[in-house]
């Protein structure tokens, strides 16, 4: 074997030069050579070697992602050094590009290849690197996609001639492991789950309160020994003794109590930190589940976490934890009031069973409460957005009296909810003293009896405070309760809501989507009870076409678009692109390679960089210039005084309408996909700026497949076929100029058929 075919397996020159196969490596660099600029094209060969590398060890790593990655700590880098040596990416590189995919990595010196080395990156004396996948007696076997089956066979004598002797090697990770094989039904509950995860602040809380609780004893000891010891015997150093050691006690019991809720409130944190993390995620993950999710409910139970954070802090755990002492304390009454016990535990059931009887009341209050909320942020919201609107359509009379109805509902609602935690809490305390009444006369028969001493009064006096007082507690806790379990649940259906990423599914990896569309027997409805509102039994687009969709408004045409974009999935049929189920392609994929400019253009606070580059890879502004320039805004962004960083406000205000809709552009081009989905592209450009953008957009376009949905004319002229949408249903199917010559002939009653897609 020759130096030219140990080079031709390694993909960095393949990739580098951009050839599909191996190609020669690039002469290496000599002494003199001018310092070569920061090269992207080699971190995303080194990138895609990784991406490979993982694919063999079963990790779920695409190229593109970690390429993402990659290329912005090239580019970071190269701003460091100022461009010199960042183009080099060393093994330490491709180690750091798999740990960021949560692999463990480590780099070898081995020597010699062995069997027992592979799969592995093993890095050549030329400084490339090829993946080397296994090793037998008589050759080694390298990852080259040029080859059938992806793999080359080299004899190991002309292996070994080139071979560094270093490896990079990496492993799954134990959790990564676990993770994969995990059953799904022992996957954690989104919250309690995380308790569990701080469990060990847990232990430590209730190893603390056990200490607390039995130091609390020594008050009541105290003041037993003080009456019934020293005050019969007039024992002055007893007292200071007794009285010292009761401070000593009273001093750690403080001291352990501010350890415990200072515990509590970093485990809280870390816990609200990985919750709302979680719920975020799981919310900007949600599957488009259009006519079935109110956006105000999932606005409103977000908010409710507040109220679930408040409820698990230290004050309520610290009562959960002085619950089970209670019987701790029962048993030291026991002890010194023998039968008084009863008296006491009488009380307790009588300070708890309003609390739980009233649960019931208290979640109907807890849900028309909450919905009258949910209701009061939609409009509020809508006030304060759509406050022109309401201004110029005189809507403002509307929204006060459905503001004046709710915030009387919830007025009173939250009043009788207040009403409900007072009489609650009140009865527990006034019972508690009751308790203490009982204890006290039950006690003064004992002495009167001579079973009893005094300081034995005064001792469970002050025990029956210790005893009750967490069931005082207890009752406001069980009476906020239920508020936190409406929040709970409210949350519950945002962690549970399905997400367009399922973790538990192995998606199929395209690092390209050619754009080839099969849309088979569609059904899409926004409302199961009505007509359906797509009905397609069959389209076939293959990859490059360019198709417009025209249709009455209503007629489904940006359903349609939104199906093809995968945002909504269809209720029943299938869309394939490229053969394969749309469900079936990784998520991350699919975004990658379709884009979708919609109708409505949305911006959101920030710079306008920020806007244009919402993925926040984009580190050449010139790119985001040479954007701006093909939507059309350069003139206007170059004349700005703030350029790029212009204000966008709150509400994604600071642009107009059309501008908007030339960031949607922008943004299309920076994100240079195969397949454009367009929805009214031009609707709100001028003449001159649409008339340029299709100049522009006829190159653009080749090799792309595009499906637009348009009432403009000159967008037309890019597409070479045009489908015509009546009521969900396809009518017209056919070349561009037959359609649209077919809709200007004049109508007869027996109108020729229309052209349908065999006229392809
Ligand atoms: N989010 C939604 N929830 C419920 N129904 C919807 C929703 N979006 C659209 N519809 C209904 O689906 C039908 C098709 O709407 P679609 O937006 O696809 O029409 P279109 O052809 O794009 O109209 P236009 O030309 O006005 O943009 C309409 O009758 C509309 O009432």
Same mark, same amino acid.
Not at 602 to 630: C, P, V, Y
């Given at each position: 074997?020759?130096?030219d075919r140990i080079i031709a397996f390694d993909i960095n020159a393949a990739q580098v030069s951009g050839a599909a196969g191996g190609r020669p490596m690039s002469r290496p660099a000599r002494a003199g050579d001018a310092p070569r600029p920061a090269d992207p094209g080699r971190a995303r060969a080194r990138a895609e070697l990784a991406s490979a590398y993982a694919a063999v060890l079963g990790a779920e790593l695409p190229a593109t992602d970690i390429l993402e990655q990659m290329l912005r700590a090239v580019g970071e880098a190269a701003a460091l050094t100022g461009g010199g040596a960042a183009g080099e990416v060393r093994p330490e590189h491709v180690a750091a590009i798999l740990r960021v995919a949560g692999m463990s990595t480590e780099i070898e010196d081995v020597g010699r290849p062995a069997p027992g080395h592979w799969p592995a990156l093993a890095v050549m004396t030329s400084g490339q690197m090829v993946l080397v996948l296994r090793q037998d007696r008589e050759s080694v076997f390298i990852h080259d996609r040029s080859c059938p089956d992806n793999t080359t066979e080299v004899p190991i004598p002309e292996f070994e001639a080139y071979f560094s002797g270093r490896i990079v090697r990496a492993h799954s990770t134990l959790r990564q492991i676990e993770e994969r094989h995990r059953l799904s039904e022992t996957r954690e509950h989104w919250f309690w789950g995380a308790f569990r995860a701080q469990r060990r602040a847990f232990v430590e809380?209730?190893?603390?309160?056990?200490?607390?609780?039995?130091?609390?004893?020594?008050?009541?000891?105290?003041?037993?020994?003080?009456?019934?010891?020293?005050?019969?015997?007039?024992?002055?150093?007893?007292?200071?003794?007794?009285?010292?050691?009761?401070?000593?006690?009273?001093?750690? %019991?403080?001291?352990?109590?501010?350890?415990?809720?200072?515990?509590?409130?970093? /485990?809280?944190?870390?816990?609200?930190?990985?919750?709302?993390?979680?719920?975020?995620?799981?919310?900007?993950?949600?599957?488009?589940?259009?006519?079935?999710?109110?956006?105000?409910?999932?606005? +409103?139970?977000?908010?409710?976490?507040?109220?679930?954070?408040?409820?698990?802090?230290?004050?309520?755990?610290?009562?959960?934890?002085?619950?089970?002492?209670?019987?701790?304390?029962?048993?030291?009454?026991?002890?010194?009031?023998?039968?008084?016990?009863?008296?006491?535990?009488?009380?307790?059931?009588?300070?708890?069973?309003?609390?739980?009887?009233?649960?019931?009341?208290?979640?109907?209050?807890?849900?028309?409460?909450?919905?009258?909320?949910?209701?009061?942020?939609?409009?509020?919201?809508?006030?304060?957005? %759509?406050?022109?609107?309401?201004?110029?359509?005189?809507?403002?009379?509307?929204?006060?009296?459905?503001?004046?109805?709710?915030?009387?509902?919830?007025?009173?609602?939250?009043?009788?909810?207040?009403?409900?935690?007072?009489?609650?809490?009140?009865?527990?305390?006034?019972?508690?003293?009751?308790?203490?009444?009982?204890?006290?006369?039950?006690?003064?028969?004992?002495?009167?009896?001579?079973?009893?001493?005094?300081?034995?009064?005064?001792?469970?006096?002050?025990?029956?405070?210790?005893?009750?007082?967490?069931?005082?507690?207890?009752?406001?806790?069980? /009476?906020?309760?239920?508020?936190?379990?409406?929040?709970?649940?409210?949350?519950?259906?945002?962690?549970?809501?399905?997400?367009?990423?399922?973790?538990?599914?192995?998606?199929?990896?395209?690092?390209?989507?050619?754009?080839?569309?099969?849309?088979?027997?569609?059904?899409?409805?926004?409302?199961?009870?009505?007509?359906?509102?797509?009905? $397609?039994?069959?389209?076939?687009?293959?990859?490059?076409?360019?198709?417009?969709?025209?249709?009455?408004?209503?007629?489904?045409?940006?359903?349609?678009?939104?199906?093809?974009?995968?945002?909504?999935?269809?209720?029943?049929?299938?869309?394939?692109?490229?053969?394969?189920?749309?469900?079936?392609?990784?998520?991350?994929?699919?975004?990658?390679?379709?884009?979708?400019?919609?109708?409505?253009?949305?911006?959101?606070?920030?710079?306008?960089?920020?806007?244009?580059?919402?993925?926040?890879?984009?580190?050449?502004?010139?790119?985001?210039?040479?954007?701006?320039?093909?939507?059309?805004?350069?003139?206007?962004?170059?004349?700005?005084?703030?350029?790029?960083?212009?204000?966008?406000?709150?509400?994604?205000?600071?642009?107009?309408?059309?501008?908007?809709?030339? $960031?949607?552009?922008?943004?299309?081009?920076?994100?240079?996909?195969?397949?454009?989905?367009?929805?009214?592209?031009?609707?709100?450009?001028?003449?001159?700026?649409?008339?340029?953008?299709?100049?522009?957009?006829?190159?653009?376009?080749?090799?792309?497949?595009?499906?637009?949905?348009?009432?403009?004319?000159?967008?037309?002229?890019?597409? +070479?076929?045009?489908?015509?949408?009546?009521?969900?249903?396809?009518?017209?199917?056919?070349?561009?100029?037959?359609?649209?010559?077919?809709?200007?002939?004049?109508?007869?009653?027996?109108?020729?058929?229309?052209?349908?897609?065999?006229?392809?």
């Open positions: 074997m020759s130096t809380v209730a190893a603390g309160s056990l200490v607390a609780n039995v130091l609390a004893v020594a008050v009541a000891l105290f003041s037993l020994q003080v009456y019934d010891r020293v005050i019969p015997h007039q024992s002055e150093a007893t007292l200071w003794v007794l009285a010292l050691g009761a401070f000593l006690a009273i001093a750690l %019991e403080m001291a352990l109590k501010l350890a415990r809720s200072g515990l509590m409130d970093l /485990a809280g944190r870390r816990i609200e930190l990985n919750v709302q993390t979680l719920l975020m995620d799981r919310l900007l993950g949600m599957k488009a589940a259009p006519g079935q999710r109110a956006p105000s409910q999932l606005f +409103s139970a977000m908010r409710e976490f507040g109220s679930v954070r408040e409820f698990f802090t230290a004050s309520t755990i610290g009562t959960l934890a002085d619950i089970p002492f209670i019987f701790v304390f029962l048993a030291l009454v026991a002890s010194i009031g023998g039968n008084l016990v009863w008296v006491l535990a009488a009380g307790a059931v009588l300070m708890v069973v309003p609390g739980f009887l009233f649960q019931k009341r208290m979640v109907a209050l807890t849900q028309s409460t909450q919905g009258a909320q949910a209701r009061a942020s939609r409009l509020l919201h809508e006030a304060i957005y %759509e406050h022109e609107t309401l201004a110029t359509q005189r809507g403002q009379e509307r929204v006060r009296r459905i503001w004046e109805e709710l915030t009387t509902l919830s007025a009173a609602k939250s009043s009788e909810q207040r009403k409900l935690a007072a009489i609650l809490t009140n009865w527990a305390q006034a019972v508690q003293q009751a308790t203490y009444i009982v204890a006290v006369v039950v006690g003064a028969y004992k002495v009167f009896a001579g079973e009893f001493t005094v300081g034995s009064i005064i001792a469970i006096g002050i025990l029956t405070s210790r005893t009750l007082a967490p069931l005082t507690q207890l009752s406001a806790t069980l /009476a906020r309760w239920t508020n936190v379990r409406a929040a709970l649940d409210g949350l519950d259906a945002i962690a549970a809501a399905d997400q367009v990423h399922d973790e538990d599914r192995r998606y199929l990896r395209a690092e390209r989507i050619g754009g080839s569309y099969e849309l088979r027997n569609i059904e899409f409805r926004y409302d199961p009870e009505a007509a359906a509102t797509l009905d $397609i039994p069959g389209i076939a687009i293959p990859a490059g076409q360019r198709v417009a969709v025209l249709g009455a408004n209503g007629s489904g045409k940006s359903t349609l678009l939104k199906l093809l974009a995968g945002i909504y999935e269809p209720e029943a049929g299938r869309v394939l692109l490229d053969g394969v189920d749309m469900g079936q392609l990784h998520p991350r994929d699919l975004r990658r390679s379709v884009g979708y400019l919609g109708q409505d253009v949305r911006l959101f606070s920030g710079s306008l960089r920020d806007n244009l580059d919402l993925t926040q890879l984009e580190r050449d502004d010139r790119r985001l210039f040479a954007a701006i320039d093909f939507a059309g805004l350069g003139p206007f962004l170059r004349n700005h005084p703030r350029g790029l960083d212009l204000e966008i406000r709150d509400g994604g205000e600071g642009l107009s309408v059309g501008q908007r809709q030339s $960031i949607g552009w922008a943004r299309l081009w920076l994100q240079d996909p195969s397949v454009v989905i367009l929805d009214e592209p031009t609707a709100a450009l001028d003449t001159t700026l649409e008339t340029t953008l299709v100049s522009r957009l006829d190159d653009w376009l080749k090799g792309r497949t595009a499906v637009i949905a348009t009432h403009r004319v000159p967008i037309l002229s890019l597409t +070479s076929r045009t489908l015509i949408l009546q009521a969900g249903r396809v009518a017209v199917d056919g070349p561009r100029e037959a359609v649209l010559a077919h809709l200007s002939r004049p109508r007869a009653p027996s109108a020729a058929p229309a052209p349908s897609a065999a006229a392809q």
